[in-house]
C-alpha cells in the first residue's frame, strides 16, 4: 500500500496544527477526524463521523460566524469530491480566515481501498483555483507545510486551499468523541456561548 | 416565472417582508438557499439586509452542513429551498439529529395545486414525508393572512426549542408556475 516518498499523515496533521493558537479545526469524516485526533484532543476540534462531503460547508458556517479566528478544514479527497460543490460555494463568500486542507491518499481508505478520481485525472488544487480560492497549492515537503501552517493565521489573506499527497497506509484509528451535542457544546462553550 | 412575476402591476404580496420581519426578530444571520421564484422576493430583502449574509448554494445540502456549522459558531440560520431540493438533503438531515442545532428551513411547494409540469410531482409529493421520516417536524402555510403566524411558531420552535422544523409554503400560496397561457 506505501508508496515511497509520500509524507505520512500523522506527522503533517500534527505539523499542521501545532501551532492553532485559537483555531477551530473541522475534521472530515474518516481518517481526517482520527488524524486531528491523534495530533491531541481539543475543545476546537470539530469531529464529523458522517455527513460526507459537509466538512467544507461546516467549516465556511464557523467561518463566516467567527471572522477573527483561523477556521482549519482537513479532510480526505473521497470526502472532498463528494462535496465538490462546495468550494464554488466558498469561492463566492471568499472567507478570509477559512483554509481548506485534502490530505490526498488517493484512495478511499476506510473502504478497502478503491481508487478515487485524484488517482487519476481530478485536480483538486486545479478545481479549487477555477473556483476562486486566493491561494491554491499543493505541499510536498513537511518544510512546505510548516510554512503553510503558521500562514494560516493569518485571518487576511484566505480563501487557502492546500492538497496534500500522503501515504496510502491505513493507520490505527484513534478515536476522537463521537458524541455530536457534546462536540458541537464544546466548541460553542468555548468561544463563550451558553447553552439553550 | 410564476403567475405573479408575469404580472408586474399586481403588488408584490406582503407575507414575504412578514416572514423577514420575523427572521429579523429572531437574529437570523446566515441564509444559504438555491434560488426559487417563490422566495424571490425574500431574497432580495436578505440581500441588502447587512446584518444577514446570503450564502447561495450549488446544492441543498450544502446549507444543512453550513447551519451546523453556524451554530457551533454561535449564530442562526435559515435554509430557503424548493420542494425539489429536500430530496438533495436527506443523508445531511443526520446533523439535524446529531447536533440538535435550531435548524430551520423555509421551502416553497412545487408538484401540488395546479402543477404543469409532472416532474416536480414526485419529490413535491414525498416532501412532507422524507422532513418527518429525518425526524424534523412540519409546518404548513396555504394562505397570506396565516404566513406570520405559522412562521412565527417555526422559528419559536426551532430556535428557542432546538426542534429541527421545515415550514412549507404551499403553491397555493406562491401561486403555480404558468407555462403557456
Known amino acids: ?196 | 416565472m410564476h403567475a405573479r412575476n408575469e404580472a408586474p402591476t399586481e403588488a408584490a404580496p406582503s407575507w414575504p417582508d412578514d416572514i423577514f420581519e420575523i427572521l429579523q426578530r429572531f437574529d437570523v444571520r446566515q441564509v444559504p438557499y438555491v434560488p426559487d421564484a417563490g422566495h424571490s422576493q425574500l431574497i432580495e430583502r436578505v440581500l441588502s439586509e447587512r446584518a444577514m449574509r446570503a450564502v447561495p448554494l450549488t446544492t441543498e445540502e450544502e446549507g444543512v452542513a453550513l447551519l451546523a456549522g453556524a451554530w457551533a459558531g454561535g449564530q442562526r440560520g435559515v435554509l430557503l429551498m424548493q420542494s425539489s431540493g429536500v430530496g438533495n438533503c436527506v443523508n445531511m438531515f443526520s446533523l439535524t439529529q446529531i447536533f440538535r442545532f435550531p435548524f430551520l428551513t423555509l421551502v416553497t411547494m412545487r408538484g401540488e395545486w395546479g402543477e404543469f409540469n409532472p416532474w416536480q410531482v414526485p419529490m413535491g409529493s414525498t416532501t412532507s414525508g422524507v422532513f418527518e421520516l429525518s425526524g424534523i417536524k412540519v409546518l404548513r402555510a396555504s394562505h397570506g393572512g396565516e404566513v406570520r403566524d405559522v412562521v412565527d411558531a417555526a422559528a419559536g420552535q426551532a430556535y428557542n426549542a432546538c426542534t429541527p422544523t421545515a415550514l412549507l409554503l404551499s403553491q397555493r400560496l406562491i401561486g403555480a408556475k404558468v407555462f403557456v397561457k
Not at chain 1, 479527497?77 to 463528494?82: Q, S, V
Not at chain 1, 487519476?120 to 512546505?144: F, I, P, Q, W
Open chain 1, 1 to 196: 500500500m506505501s508508496k515511497a516518498n509520500l509524507l505520512e499523515r500523522r506527522s503533517v496533521v500534527s505539523a499542521l496544527l501545532e501551532g492553532r493558537k485559537d483555531a477551530i479545526a473541522v475534521g472530515g469524516l474518516g481518517a481526517s477526524t482520527y488524524d486531528i485526533a491523534a495530533a491531541g484532543d481539543h475543545d476546537r476540534n470539530f469531529y464529523l463521523w458522517g455527513a460526507m462531503g459537509g466538512a467544507v460547508m461546516i467549516g465556511l458556517g464557523v467561518a463566516l460566524a467567527q471572522p477573527e479566528l483561523p477556521v482549519v478544514v482537513i479532510t480526505g479527497d473521497g470526502e472532498m469530491l463528494m462535496g465538490m460543490g462546495s468550494l464554488a460555494t466558498v469561492g463566492l463568500q471568499q472567507p478570509k480566515n477559512l483554509t481548506i486542507i485534502v490530505l490526498d491518499n488517493e484512495v478511499y481508505g476506510e473502504t478497502g481501498g478503491q481508487a478515487s478520481h485524484t488517482a487519476a485525472n481530478t485536480d483538486l488544487v486545479g478545481v479549487a483555483k477555477a473556483c476562486g480560492m486566493k491561494d491554491a497549492r499543493s505541499l510536498a515537503t513537511m518544510a512546505e507545510i510548516k510554512t503553510f501552517a503558521a500562514s494560516m493565521q493569518d485571518i487576511s489573506a484566505g480563501p487557502r486551499f492546500a492538497s496534500i499527497k500522503i501515504d496510502s497506509a491505513n493507520l490505527e484509528r484513534v478515536l476522537a468523541s463521537r458524541d455530536g451535542s457534546f462536540i458541537v457544546n464544546r466548541i460553542r462553550g468555548a468561544l463563550g456561548f451558553q447553552p439553550i
